[in-house]
């Protein structure tokens, strides 16, 4: 008799913490949709959604992060907003890692512009506890005139002239006060603040403002950049 109230109380202890998660998970999930609603998100996929092309749609528009393990398959939150003259996409992405006991949820909150696609990739993250080991064995980043900023970013691209002019001065003191929590990546037709965890209320306002102020800091001439390469590229197709 002792070993059956055992199991019955394993397994209502877990009914009682699944139906937890259950009621949490959809508390988060009404908060969410409230926290668009006042900062005008149009939510086009989400919980209970089940529309795949929207997922691919929005996903396909992040740009460098369109590398993320499982594609647009980890879409579980999408969304499209205005700022001004800019369309804004929110993206929320997880993929699960590991097995066994060594499983987790790796999840991350995508909010992008668009920019033109010929521009060079680009990443501008944290720079980690290991810096001065990889500058030991040679992997050196760009240093630019701020040294707040070389403090604390990293940045990373094919392009160093690219990144001098688009990482102005201006561009530069601003970041070095960015909240700690967040990164940009720039390529693939899109710039986008990312941040690791959900798209939560708090941090939605905030992302849109980020990459918002970012595009609006960016030089204008950037806009032609790389349109002579085209242009050399297509001249030389055509008389071939």
Known sequence: MSNVLI?????????????????????????????????????????????????????????????????AKGVGFAGVARAGDREVVLVEHSY?????????????????????????????TPEGIFRKLAELVGMKDIQLE???FNDRWRV????????????????????AEWPREYWVTIGEGAISVVASGHITPARLPVMIRLVTELADLIPPELEMWGVEEADSGQGAGNSA
């Open 7 to 71: 199991f019955a109380g394993f397994f209502a202890f877990v009914g009682v913490f699944i139906a937890l998660a259950i009621a949490a998970e959809k508390r988060r999930a009404q908060r969410q949709r409230e926290a668009c609603e006042a900062a005008g998100v149009s939510i086009r996929h989400g919980l209970g959604l089940k529309d795949e092309d929207a997922a691919r749609y929005f996903f396909d528009r992040t740009g460098l992060m369109r590398e993320l393990r499982t594609g």
């Open 96 to 124: 699960t890692s590991g097995s066994g006991k060594s499983q987790h949820t790796v999840r991350h909150a995508i909010v992008s512009v668009a920019a033109p696609g010929r521009w060079p990739d680009l990443r501008i």
């Open 146 to 148: 701020n040294p707040a």
């Open 156 to 175: 990373k691209t094919a392009d160093e002239d690219f990144a001098v002019v688009l990482i102005s001065p201006e561009m530069q003191a601003w970041l």
